[in-house]
């Protein structure tokens, strides 16, 4: 067993070492194999997946399913395998320059104003200091994007643990305010992608454009240290290609990258839910509009049980 994330819950899932990978398998129904933190594994160090697969075939590990991905920007299918177009949110990393000036003049005028009301933004060591930092920011509101919001409520230590992964190749950034810090990003060296983990500013604070400053400052540490794209989780989710997190995407310089993702069965019930695409869960197989209706009524009734931080408008 291996303990992983899941929505923000530490959880134990199975796990089995094959050479030094080390491979967890997630679900109750149908379980999924992948590659323990593989989008935060340098590719270098990602082994040979026709040889990994080979061997968990040769297992009784239990899985149903085999699921990884090609890294970008190495994006043009290499494998015969069951496959889908994942995407990511990048900026290509030339300059600073050469991404500010291709920002919509709004987008410019946020940074500034954060650098105008008194926000000032640098890179901080992960200590103590930084941990309650980001436990406040954490703690200012349990809802949030229509959904309940994961990290709310955690202890110190839990903050410290969570956050301290991949520390030695992390770069972390904190926004200050009055002496306060008021925003942070958590950002991974990945190969020459620099990936943010996370990225969280204070609702109270929205007003001073945060999220925009912060974000300029990781352009600016990638195009420094010769990353050649910044990533941003994904462009879309599903199928909602406007939402408000993907319409701030968009303003703040980041393009659509899509690339592949791989399924191969390890089992009969594997074969089957690959087919019906049950691989998805609920939201693979209910139709479109009933999906978007138990969406917007999940939102609905956050706002209804207490206050929540709205989407990213800045």
């Known amino acids: 067993m291996h303990t992983i994330s899941v929505k923000g819950r530490a959880i134990n899932v199975p796990s089995i070492q094959i050479g030094e990978t080390l491979v967890v398998a997630h ?17 270098a160090m990602l082994p040979d997946p026709v040889a990994l697969i080979e061997s968990l075939k040769k297992t009784a590990f239990g899985a149903d399913l085999f699921s990884f991905t090609q890294r970008i920007p190495d994006v043009e299918p290499r494998y015969s395998f069951a496959m889908e177009w994942d995407n ?17 003049q709004v987008v410019r005028r946020n940074v500034r104003i954060a ?31 229509g959904k309940r919001f994961w990290h709310y409520g955690k202890d110190l230590e839990t903050v410290k643990r969570e956050n301290g992964t991949y520390a030695e190749r992390s770069s972390f950034i904190g926004a200050f305010y009055e002496g306060k810090m ?6 991974v060296c990945v190969g020459r992608i620099g990936s943010m983990m996370q990225i969280l500013s204070m609702i109270q604070h929205q007003d001073k454009r945060t999220t925009n400053a912060l974000l300029a400052k990781a352009v600016e540490i990638c195009a420094t240290r010769g990353m050649s794209h910044l990533m941003y989780c994904s462009y879309v989710y ?3 290609e406007s939402s408000l997190l993907t319409e701030f995407k968009k303003r703040n310089g980041f393009e659509r990258l899509d690339f592949p993702r791989y399924y191969v069965p390890l089992s009969v019930r594997g074969r089957l839910a690959l087919a019906l695409r049950a691989h998805h869960g609920i939201k693979g197989i209910l139709p479109r509009p009933v999906l978007s209706l138990a969406l917007q009524l999940r939102a609905k009734y956050y706002r209804m049980i207490g206050p929540q931080v709205a989407g990213p408008a800045e």
Do not use: C
């Open 88 to 104: 990511a949110a990048v900026v290509p990393i030339s300059t600073y320059q050469d991404w500010w000036d291709k920002l919509p």
């Open 115 to 145: 650098a105008k009301k008194g926000v000032t933004i640098r890179e901080v060591p992960f200590d103590d200091e930084f941990v309650r930092g980001i436990a406040g920011v954490y703690n200012e509101a349990p809802v949030r994007l």
């Open 27 to 43: 679900g109750r129904f149908l379980r999924i194999a992948t590659i323990h933190d593989e989008e935060w594994t340098d590719p």
């Open 182 to 187: 008021i925003g942070f990003i958590k950002l």
């Open 238 to 240: 599903g199928d909602n």
